[in-house]
């Protein structure tokens, strides 16, 4: 089992940045690919970036491609989301997500079995 806390969300303006962390428990994160997710409102949640167990595999999608980057920390169980140019239609309740499969990195939510509370990110214009 494994608990997820998400933090770092806030207001910005358009053009800024945040990092959003996401703290795990249990022992076995270092074994686990984890993903961020979205959801604005209306819509559907949907993958944001993926990392592998040791860093060594990672995903993002296109529409935050050269400008959000993840990493861990497995030492202190916890994934990062830098989120850098923001723009208001980054707007949304961003999602830590965790797979016990340590090498895929998935880009679906059934691929993910343990899910954080999710931390609001308002980007203004």
């Known amino acids: 089992q494994v608990q997820l806390v998400e933090s770092g969300g806030g207001l910005v303006q358009a053009g800024g940045s945040l990092r959003l962390s996401c703290a795990a428990s249990?022992?076995?994160?270092?074994?686990?690919?984890m993903g961020w997710f979205r959801q604005a409102p209306g819509q559907e949640r949907e993958f944001v970036a993926g990392i592998s167990w040791n860093g060594g595999r990672i995903r993002y999608a296109d529409s935050v491609k050269g400008r959000f980057t993840t990493s861990r920390d497995n030492a202190k169980n916890t994934v990062y989301l830098h989120m850098n140019s923001l723009k208001p239609e980054d707007t949304a309740v961003y999602y830590c997500?965790?797979?016990?499969?340590?090498?895929?990195?998935?880009?679906?939510?059934?691929?993910?079995?343990?899910w954080g509370q999710g931390t609001q990110v308002t980007v203004s214009s």
């Open positions: 249990g022992r076995t994160f270092s074994t686990y690919t």
């Open positions: 997500a965790a797979d016990p499969d340590s090498v895929r990195v998935g880009v679906g939510e059934t691929e993910f079995y343990y």
